[in-house]
């Protein structure tokens, strides 16, 4: 008999894997965690019963969570990552040369234990990088209590449920807005718009209260079922995303980082919505 | 107890979708017809357990198909669609003022037949448009008789498997080229590039071989599994794709057509793939 994992995120409709081989099951503090193998995706991560990562399509999140604020910003030094316990995005930004700095808060040590054990080849060592300073705790009481300043702050959260509410609210936007240097940018998982459009519209509407430039931009990740993925943009340097392709191409050159998903092109496209989720920016 | 479809498209990874009620379920001389409501994607069809469209997504796709090549083209009269039997692909052609005729030829009369019947808001009356001249036959067939000739012809076919493999032929896009005036477009349904990498890869390397312009460009369709979606782009006037976006402004507002996804934005920002993709187009 075949073992099925069947997402639990919506209703009446569903994506699912077949089992190859259960990595880990179990529970912390916080959450369900699981992890296996799956042969069209490769080893993946699901929390209560949703689906986190795949070894497979992993960078089409991170890569974008990650370069479309530092080539936007041109000179990222200290970045803060608020979740990602799969050490994906910190080993995004960990590619920056710039970087002095990467201060990552993840509220779930088992999730950060089991994803360095089972998935490596995602971390990539980041967790061991001279930069880094983990920090497994709760992000909104880290925001709510630091006096530290970044120039990008990325919120890489689950979807607001179980442990992560908080971290889709007012008073957390705020407290990330006041720890960002001048032309400081804020990156949040904004969800699938087709079947989570509420998500966009809140923070966007939160973001355009307190921020000069507040926006959303798109990737589309295989696993995260429905279409497009938007990742909120938030920056009172309203000069920041109009930096023209040629100067993205020359940092993105300089810095030599090197990409599966991202191209410089993608910097400028991904801020061109299609209309119904345009709509749902701008009617924020 | 509730029942659910389970798409067969891929081994080790399925969408499911609980059917609240089954519109009609039968067998044509072809494949197996299934169309059914769900709570979230509206009214969909499926033929040989494949999802071809949902009444809350087809726009992402049929805008798409239809928009690009009409508004790079700037006149298009004559146009041509090789399947699409649920009529949405002809709605959008329609659309233009300057459209004079549009055939279709669509291989299974049962899917045209229960598609007007229960999927009406799809086709909007497209069916009954005095310039639309439906023949039920073969594609393959007809574009190797025809004489007839066309600015933009569109393959709005299901995955190549079942009658439509040879639609992702070389004799046959060999063929839809005789068909094409001056400043004629080959658009195509390319498949998911990340599920589906060999299908864009091959037409790519086809419409390279006879076209001097040969790409694809992106959407992402929600009930399409698997993240963007690739529409083959094949024509012999390298200058159609470097239109300005001023011009494809002036052209959508002129056209007064209006629409749910496509914005002029995208006829630029489609092209504009992810890393991978690009690749696999650039390796073809």
Known sequence: M????????????SQKFEIKKT????????QDVLLFEND????????????QTSTSDEHCYHEM???????????????????????????????????TYAKMVEIDGLV????????PEISCGAFDDPRTDLLIGDGVKYMAETSDMYDVIIVDSSDPVGPNTDLFGESFYK????????????ITQNGVPFLQPTELKESCAFFKSFFQDASAYL??????YGGYMALGW?????????????????????????TRFYTPELNISSFMHPKFIKELIDAS
């Open 2 to 13: 075949s073992n099925w994992f069947s997402e639990s995120l919506y209703n009446s409709i």
């Open 23 to 30: 990595l880990f099951e179990g529970r912390s503090d916080f």
């Open 40 to 51: 069209r995706f490769g080893k993946m991560m699901a929390l209560d019963g949703i689906v």
């Open 65 to 99: 969570l990650i370069h479309v604020p530092f080539f936007f910003h041109g000179n990222v030094q200290r970045v803060l990552i608020i979740g990602g316990g799969d050490g994906g995005t910190l080993r995004e930004a960990l590619k920056h040369k710039t970087i």
């Open 112 to 119: 950060v234990e089991q994803c360095k054990k089972h998935l």
């Open 175 to 186: 407290n990330c807005k006041k720890r960002l240097n001048q032309n400081g940018i804020l």
């Open 219 to 224: 990737t589309a990740v295989p696993a995260y």
């Open 234 to 258: 938030a920056t009172d340097n309203t000069a920041l995303r109009k930096t023209p392709l040629e100067t993205i191409k020359e940092r993105f050159e300089a810095s030599e980082v090197s």
